[in-house]
């Protein structure tokens, strides 16, 4: 099965993905633990002052029967991190309870680390949860009994739990977690003052260990009173509650005129009361996506309630709860597919490729005693939001396979070497899947002609790939044109946005194949545009760059450019990367239609071209331990270290003059990092002679379990060509988070004899 050995067959507590209760997470304490190193660290987006003072979107993923995910079958993903914020992990173990503290998975911090989206786990008491609720407060408990009584009867405060949730989320790579108390409080409102004493130090604890980005969202339920009582807005009962929390999560059962009552509320507010700077972005009003008593009904009536949210214009931010409903309502109907479900969904969050199709929406069902709204004509969820570009690549080198996580095959290098039936699902394995292709890429004419713009439909792929199991298709349908000029035209198709810092040169890399259903010659190239104002590419430093190794593999091809933007300022600038499509025909009125399929786009600084020290990455060794019980006879974990050579310093003049200023060699650059390994195995045949690598079988790639540079080769992912071997043979192959694949010389292997 495809990447089906990317996990470990024991779930040691290390490992675990979640606690039910505060004892669990204090045994996980008390033995030691390693901080996950191939979870992708935060990186922060560049600040983008046109979207000054206007709403984010925090998206709450509460999945019934959470860490479903199966690397053996397609499962939902989330593709629209370009709009997000916040990412909540939030797993139910059935409809109506959760784990005390969730943990998102890795996967799931990568595929948001990637796109500068932080991610948070979820504290929850809830039902009978209310004596942990009160030990989490007071602290560890001793086994021996009480020592000396104090005459101080007031409910003590101890850091012992915020010290630990801050360790567990710096170990595991995630940003804070979401605080649901959702059961009254049996120590009132002595309770809920240290309560809100012990949210600052969970704060404070978080911004020591994981960093100033992390955040501490308090949801609205219990009041100071300590009764539940969800308010649906911020007022006097949950503002204690507020102060110390970078955030507040209202309930979602809110009557139309709450939001613009909560915004006026928090504007009256003493700013002495604030000790830290707060806005109304960090208050996130609740919007039911199963529509559970939600103003406007859910799903695709969910833009009602952001409507009264007003994240442009009023700035208060908004929480999309619940927002896979798009796959748990379609799963089990007829004839439900990955393909209808990615439909479905790319309706809800960008609305339908054609713009002149209409979204039929369900009629709003009216609450009892509240009147009706016009809210206008269907409204796609990211229209309410402004787009924001991935982290500089300066700060984390932007890589896309555009892949939404799932696929059905696995390709490298343009070539199948994998084909699972059932499909597979890698949170790890999610990349950008073009920000600015969906509902369809804004083309235009490089000329500026007035002819109609041609259309141009931007659809995934699954049966063919560069990297991975997915790719891109731009589908360009042209009009034939009796413009005396029409012979050569060609068309802007922009991609990516990206933010870059201007003067610094960044190179740019592309891998694409192109057809066409006529002749035409083809004359595609690579770009960079400035994004908004002074948009255009007359002010981009545009250079070709030369290759390495072979343009053209298995029908696709790469090119790649230098690009810098002017140094006329010191804050970064967002730009758009994508192609200019340019076509010759020897009869421009024959109307004609253009595939591009994008296989992989890749973005970093340049490296200095005049160092003499340039990190080649390779893999120095792997190593193999047998599992304790063989399950298995080749059944075990792989390990390997990585390592980089530098270029050789043949014919370098060494000077004889002490006071030379030139150095004999530049600074190397930047040690290699990478995306992700591929894992294949081979047995010995009989004759004892191993054959090419090549012809070695895929049996996984690493990313499920965050653990570096280690692999569990489970049974159930080696071929039957083993099931008689002595010896076997695994390869470790690195792919670069350049995306460049290892060639086999770089790359290593051990022999497993049984």
């Known amino acids: 099965m495809p990447l089906r050995g990317s996990g470990h067959s024991n779930a040691v507590l290390d490992d675990a993905p979640y606690f039910t209760s505060l004892a669990e997470l204090d045994v996980w304490a008390s033995k030691p633990s390693a901080k996950l190193t191939s979870v992708i660290p935060y990186h922060s987006r560049s600040q983008d002052l046109s979207a000054d003072g206007q709403g984010r979107l925090l998206v709450c993923h509460d999945y019934k029967g959470g860490y479903t995910e199966a690397p053996s079958k397609l499962a939902y993903t989330f593709n629209f991190w370009s709009r997000c914020d916040t990412f909540i992990y939030y797993s139910r173990e059935s409809s109506f309870s959760h784990h005390r503290v969730t943990i998102p998975p890795s996967g799931w911090i990568n595929a948001a680390h990637r796109q500068g989206v932080k991610m948070l786990g979820t504290l929850i008491f809830e039902g009978s949860g209310q004596s942990d609720c009160l030990r989490l407060l007071v602290g560890l408990l001793p086994q021996a009994g009480p020592g000396m009584r104090s005459s101080d009867t007031s409910l003590p405060l101890s850091p012992h739990y915020a010290r630990l949730l801050a360790t567990l989320a710096y170990q595991r790579g995630f940003d804070g977690y979401l605080l649901n108390i959702e059961c009254p409080l049996i120590g009132n409102v002595e309770q809920t003052q240290v309560l809100a004493a012990w949210i600052s130090l969970l704060e404070g604890e978080l911004r020591r260990q994981v960093g100033t980005h992390a955040q501490v969202i308090w949801y609205d339920s219990v009041v100071v009173t300590g009764d539940l009582r969800w308010q649906n807005r911020l007022n006097n009962y949950n503002l204690p509650f507020f102060l110390p929390s970078t955030g507040f999560f209202t309930n979602y059962t809110w009557p139309p005129h709450y939001p613009s009552r909560t915004a006026q509320y928090f504007l009256s507010l003493d700013p002495a009361l604030i000790s830290r700077p707060k806005s109304l972005q960090d208050i996130f009003v609740g919007v039911d996506v199963w529509g559970r008593g939600q103003h406007g009904g859910g799903g695709f009536g969910s833009y009602r309630a952001i409507t009264h949210i007003d994240p442009k214009s009023l700035g208060l931010s908004v929480a999309l709860f619940g927002q896979a409903w798009t796959w748990e309502t379609e799963q089990d109907k007829p004839g439900f597919t990955w393909e209808t479900w990615w439909d479905y969904e790319r309706k809800l969050w960008v609305g339908p490729p054609d713009a002149t199709d209409t979204v039929v929406v369900p009629p709003e069902q009216l609450q009892s005693g509240r009147p009706g709204c016009d809210h206008g004509k269907f409204a796609p969820i990211v229209s309410f939001f402004p787009g924001r570009s991935p982290p500089n690549p300066t700060e984390l080198p932007f890589l896309t396979w555009f892949s939404p996580g799932v696929g059905r095959a696995w390709f490298i290098n343009g070539m199948k070497i994998l084909e699972a039936h059932e499909g597979w699902t890698d949170l790890d394995k999610t990349t950008s899947l073009g920000d600015m292709l969906w509902p369809r890429p804004p083309a235009e004419w490089e000329d500026g002609r007035k002819e109609p713009l041609p259309e141009v439909i931007a659809s995934l792929l699954m049966d063919d790939a560069w990297l991975g199991g997915s790719s891109v298709n731009l589908a360009l349908s042209i009009s034939g044109s009796e413009a005396e000029d029409a012979f050569f035209r060609c068309i802007w198709v922009p991609i990516q946005s990206l933010s870059v810092t201007p003067g610094l040169l960044y190179d740019m890399t592309l891998t694409y194949k192109a057809t066409s259903d006529r002749p035409v010659d083809f004359d595609l190239g690579l770009s960079v545009r400035l994004s908004g104002e002074g948009a255009g590419s007359d002010r981009v430093e545009i250079t070709p760059l030369a ?37 010759a025909m020897e009869d421009p009125t024959e109307a004609i239609h253009i595939d591009v399929h994008l296989g992989l786009l890749s973005v ?4 200095m071209p005049s160092s003499r020290s340039i990190h080649n990455a390779r893999i120095l060794w792997a190593d193999f331990q047998r599992e304790p019980v063989h399950t298995h006879r080749f059944s075990g974990t792989l390990t390997w270290q990585i390592a980089a050579t530098l270029s050789p310093l043949n014919n370098i003049p060494i000077s004889r003059d002490s006071e030379n200023i030139e150095p004999l060699w530049k600074p190397a650059a930047l040690f290699p990092s990478f995306a992700h390994f591929n894992v294949y195995v081979q047995p010995y045949p009989v004759d004892g002679r191993v054959h090419s690598p090549d012809e070695a079988t895929f049996i996984g790639t690493t990313g499920l379990d965050g653990r570096e540079h280690r692999f569990y080769v489970d049974p159930a992912c080696l071929p039957p060509s083993l099931s008689e071997a002595r010896v076997a043979r695994f390869y470790v192959q690195g792919v670069t988070d350049r ?14 004899r049984v």
């Not at 230098?562 to 970064?572: C, E, G, Q, V, W």
């Not at 970093?604 to 490296?607: F, K, W």
């Not at 995306?739 to 497993?752: I, K, P, T």
Request: aromatic share 10%.
């Open 604 to 607: 970093h600084p340049t490296s």
């Open 739 to 752: 995306g460049h694949v290892l060639s086999w010389d770089r790359c290593a292997y051990v022999d497993v």
């Open 547 to 583: 290759l390495e190794g072979p343009s053209t593999q298995h029908d696709w091809t790469r090119m790649a450019i230098t690009f810098k933007i002017p140094l006329d300022s010191l804050a970064d600038v967002s730009v758009s990367s994508g192609l200019l499509v340019g076509f």
